[in-house]
């Protein structure tokens, strides 16, 4: 079975530091990836998306990820990260033709002001 | 314009009741969808319709129900809900394929006590 692995459980930051969060999945064909956030009390929401083509894509709100098919990895940055950024963030996985998301675990992330 | 609803927002009931959560997307996406995000933030697929038709089923209880009356909504049924079923359930939508992103309800925290 599928499963994707977000190795931080929570990251505790300062304004203006950068940030990367961490992404591992285990399906060894064509896949779909995807970084969502949910804000305090809000719904998730895309950040980004890979489907093809160039492996680093640029999300909204500064993020960007980079799919290295090698390490099954898709990890997301934001070089100055925000108070605004606190949230949780979930990667996503979908799999050839698969109608499912699996998602990982996780990071809460805590920007200090 | 909301793209994805969900009602109730917040549903309290008591265990052994059976109670329903409606959904409705008005973004023309022909697949939605059923997670359930426990207290741990672990968001997990449940079941996914498209054009009406069930095409994913998790591993459920068969006290979860969906009803996919046409494509713009999914309901979720719940019978004799027990203490295990607090979570908070999220609704979403996307065309058919793998290429496509999903978009989340705001969601449905249900307790049960």
């Known amino acids: 079975a599928q499963s994707v692995s977000q190795h931080n459980h929570h990251v505790i930051l300062s304004e203006a530091a950068s940030l990367e969060l961490g992404c591992n999945y285990s399906y060894g064909g064509t896949v779909n990836l995807f970084w969502y956030v949910q804000y305090p009390g809000q719904h998730l929401q895309l950040l980004l998306k890979?489907?093809?083509?160039?492996?680093l894509v640029k999300g909204i709100k500064g993020f960007e990820a980079e799919f290295i098919k090698s390490k099954f990895s898709f990890n997301l940055r934001k070089p100055s990260v925000q108070w605004s950024d606190t949230a949780e963030y979930f990667c996503a996985v979908k799999a050839g033709g698969d109608y499912k998301l699996s998602f990982g675990a996780g990071t809460t992330v805590t920007v200090r002001a | 314009d909301t793209a994805v609803s969900q009602t109730p927002k917040y549903l309290v009931t008591q265990m052994g009741n059976d109670k329903s959560i409606k959904c409705e997307q008005n973004l023309g996406h022909d697949t939605m969808y059923w997670y359930k995000q426990d207290s741990k933030k672990f968001l997990k697929i449940m079941f996914s319709y498209n054009n009406k038709e069930l095409i994913i089923n998790e591993t459920v209880p068969n006290r979860f129900s969906p009803k996919s009356p046409d494509k713009a909504h999914l309901n979720l049924h719940i019978n004799s809900l027990e203490l295990g079923d607090s979570a908070v359930y999220f609704c979403?939508?996307?065309?058919?394929?793998?290429?496509?992103?999903?978009?989340f309800g705001p969601g449905t925290r249900l307790t049960v006590t």
């Open positions: 890979y489907f093809s083509g160039d492996p």
């Open positions: 979403a939508s996307s065309h058919s394929g793998s290429r496509y992103e999903q978009y």
